[in-house]
């Protein structure tokens, strides 16, 4: 969660309040900025792809390593209470797993 700072201010507080200068519509927006150009680069491009997909794969994986430790994180204490009572529930769950006929052979 993020720690925000809003909060309900009573009518003392309200002094502590920085006024906010509203634009009317009738005023034109401010002008958007250029788009930068791409930097040329002078060197090698076969360089500099497989630098960057070496970066990609590298991050990617990265990430892809955080969020599995993340989600092993959330579960891990959904699971445990799953995992203490397995070797009693498995010889139930192996009566309904075999066919019929193999339940009550003799």
């Known amino acids: 969660m993020s720690n925000t700072s809003s909060r309900i201010l009573q009518n003392g507080d309200l002094s502590a309040v920085t006024p906010m200068a ?3 519509t009738e005023t034109p927006p401010p002008a958007p900025r250029p788009a930068r150009a ?3 680069n002078a060197g090698n491009s076969d360089d500099s792809d497989a630098a960057r997909k070496e970066s990609y ?4 994986s990265e990430g892809r390593n955080i969020g599995h430790e993340q989600a092993l994180a959330e579960i891990q204490p959904v699971m445990d209470p799953f995992r203490a009572r397995w070797p009693t529930w498995l010889p139930c769950v192996r009566a309904y797993a075999r066919p019929p006929n193999q339940i009550c052979s003799n």
């Open 22 to 24: 509203w634009r009317s």
């Open 38 to 40: 791409p930097a040329v």
């Open 57 to 60: 794969q590298r991050g990617f």
